[in-house]
């Protein structure tokens, strides 16, 4: 069936290191959504992404979405320790497109 | 500004008890999703529905049932909890699916059964 990866898994940096997860869907998005769900808390939104090859930046975040739309990426430049969290993409599946689906999550730690 | 409210947040069952989680959004979304979230397994999405009295089963349905009868509320039901039921359950509400709008998420329901 339709699904939407992530890797990796798990990422340990060093603060002031940069970190990236990636996002691959099973087929073609009309667009992809990032959530950050701090421990023990629930997910936030944090961008959509439409166009394809389109990049968005939020201050230290860069997302990317690739010319195919079957793939994204968020790079955080420098990590801070306020970065701790699993961030998830997501995207509508499904044949009507209404299923938010959402990859299985990256979880950054960063050492101080 | 309540925005998305799950009731309760946390639950111990006992194996073979019917329970159900409540969602309520304030925020007149016409889309609404239930998701299970377990240790390594990311946010799976059981049932969803797109509007008033219409629901649709997710990637694992299997063990739940959902009603939609008011906008607002959004039901999840078990019908006889099994121990593999035990998990995080996230309600979660928007204007549409991924129409240049975002997912609200609840605080989280935290549900054992033993």
Redesign the interface.
């Known amino acids: ?1 339709q699904q939407v990866m ?1 890797i990796p ?1 798990y990422q340990h940096v060093q603060e002031g290191e940069d970190f990236t997860t990636y996002c691959n869907s099973s087929t073609t ?3 992809i ?1 990032w ?1 950050k769900q701090r421990p023990g808390g ?4 944090l961008i ?1 992404l ?1 166009k394809s090859g389109e990049v968005k930046k939020q201050k230290r975040l860069t997302f990317q979405f690739g010319e195919a739309k079957k793939n994204s990426s968020l790079h955080i430049t420098a990590t801070q320790t306020t970065d701790v969290g699993t961030y ?1 993409c ?3 599946l499904g044949n ?10 990256t979880r950054l730690m960063v050492k101080p | 500004n309540a925005g998305v409210t799950q009731t309760p947040k946390f639950r111990v069952l006992k194996t073979g008890q019917s329970m159900t989680l409540l969602c309520a959004q304030d925020m007149n979304h016409e889309y609404m999703y239930w998701y299970r979230q377990d240790p390594g397994m990311g946010l799976r999405l059981i049932h969803y529905s797109v509007g008033e009295g219409t629901t649709a089963k997710g990637e694992v349905p299997d063990g739940y049932n959902v009603s939609r009868l008011k906008k607002q509320n959004f039901l999840l039901g078990l019908e006889s909890a099994a121990p593999s039921q035990t998990s995080v359950y996230f309600c979660a509400s928007s204007y549409r699916a991924g129409r240049n709008t975002e997912a609200f998420f609840g605080q989280g329901t935290r549900l054992t059964v033993v």
């Open positions: 069936g992530q898994q998005l009309s667009n959504q959530y629930h997910p936030v939104f959509q439409v998830f997501a995207g509508p009507a497109g209404n299923m938010l689906t959402f990859g299985g999550g």
